[in-house]
């Protein structure tokens, strides 16, 4: 069984998502993530074990891609086989099987329409065993608002690309904070430095997803 369950853990890390799939080229013709994941399922495997194999490959691509060892492709191929992987999970997290770390409201602030930066964001947050609610791009601050005040406790990231958008995410954070005072933000993107997340309020920043998932995992706070 732990052979198997380490076996998931390798196809999420290397983005092997299933049977059919091409990459990587070394596990070509070899059962995925969602053929493995279904197997231990029908072998009684625990939950969470699975899950916490999964959340350490999710830890090691997403390192690698910190020290650029590997790059954007391996890191979406890895998110899509651990997405593989939830497909099969997600009926015990509705069941309360298995509890979420918490609540992740992310979105790319108005007026930016990139997705690239806050898609990756998504998926290494969502494989690290966050309950993801992706607001989209050019998310007004209003619609931030509403959705921390429908889920309590969430934590909110706040995405932008272009510097003109910079404004934006400050006037989110500063609208947040007048409703939720508590509510932790990390926020980040190709003009943020940390300096500019404290100066607008933040509570974090974070470079790329791997410094996201670091930082939410500081945090631990329950969903």
């Not at 006037?171 to 100066?199: H, Q």
Request: net charge negative.
């Amino acid at each position: 069984m732990d052979e198997l369950i380490s076996r998931i853990g390798e196809c999420v890390e290397r983005g092997k998502v299933n049977l059919a799939a091409p990459f990587p080229p070394a596990m070509k013709g070899l059962e995925g993530a969602d053929e493995l994941t279904k197997k231990a399922l029908e072998a009684n495997a625990p939950v969470d074990a699975i899950l916490l194999a999964c959340n350490d490959a999710m830890q090691r691509i997403g390192a690698k891609f910190s020290r650029n060892e590997v790059f954007v492709p391996e890191l979406l191929m890895a998110a899509k086989a651990m997405h593989a992987v939830m497909a099969h999970l997600k009926p015990f997290f509705q069941s309360g099987t298995v509890k979420a770390k918490g609540t992740f409201i992310l979105g790319t602030v108005a007026g930016d329409l990139h997705d690239i930066g806050k898609n990756l964001v998504s998926m290494v947050v969502e494989g690290n065993g966050w309950e993801v609610i992706d607001l989209g791009v050019d998310v007004k601050p209003a619609r931030f608002v509403e959705k921390v005040r429908e889920n309590p406790g969430c934590i909110v990231g706040l995405s932008a690309l272009l510097t003109t958008t910079m404004a934006n995410m400050a006037a989110t954070v500063k609208e947040i904070r007048a409703g939720f005072p508590d509510t932790k933000i990390v926020v980040g993107g190709a003009p943020l430095t940390a300096a500019a997340a404290a100066e607008m309020g933040a509570t974090g920043y974070a470079r790329d997803p791997q410094g996201a998932v670091e930082w939410l995992n500081t945090i631990g706070v329950a969903a």
